[in-house]
């Protein structure tokens, strides 16, 4: 599976972002996927991740009421709709794909497959 995240960029603070990650190669469909973000100097946290039917998500308590992770297997793509952003949300944010149980969606070191990452700066 190849990922390619696109739709960051620069926002003010209350403004909202939406993240796409298209993937390629077969069984998209079959696999959780997840969003990570990386600041400047910061470790990569989790951010959300979603299973392989769409019908769980999961957040991290710093995002949880802001963002919100969605798929379309149809077109082999997730999103990650951000409102109300704010300056501390500035990060690096990545797609990822998992084959692993929802026990372990927010650790980063059990996603096989990444996307490059896209830039979302939140001016205060």
């Known amino acids: 599976v190849q990922l390619q995240a696109s739709g960051g960029g620069l926002v003010q603070a209350g403004g909202s972002l939406r993240l796409s990650c298209a993937a390629s190669g077969r069984s998209f469909s079959s696999y959780p996927m997840g969003w990570f973000r990386q600041a400047p100097g910061k470790e990569r946290e989790f951010v959300a991740a979603?299973?392989?039917?769409?019908?769980?998500?999961y957040y991290a308590d710093s995002v949880k009421g802001r963002f919100t992770i969605s798929r379309d297997n149809a077109k082999n793509t997730v999103y990650l709709q951000m409102n109300s952003l704010k300056p501390e949300d500035t990060a690096v944010y990545y797609c990822?794909?998992?084959?692993?149980?929802?026990?372990?969606?927010?650790?980063?070191?059990?996603?096989?497959?990444w996307g490059q990452g896209t830039q979302v700066t939140v001016s205060s």
């Open positions: 979603i299973t392989w039917s769409g019908e769980s998500t």
């Open positions: 990822a794909a998992t084959y692993s149980s929802s026990s372990y969606y927010t650790r980063s070191y059990k996603y096989d497959y």
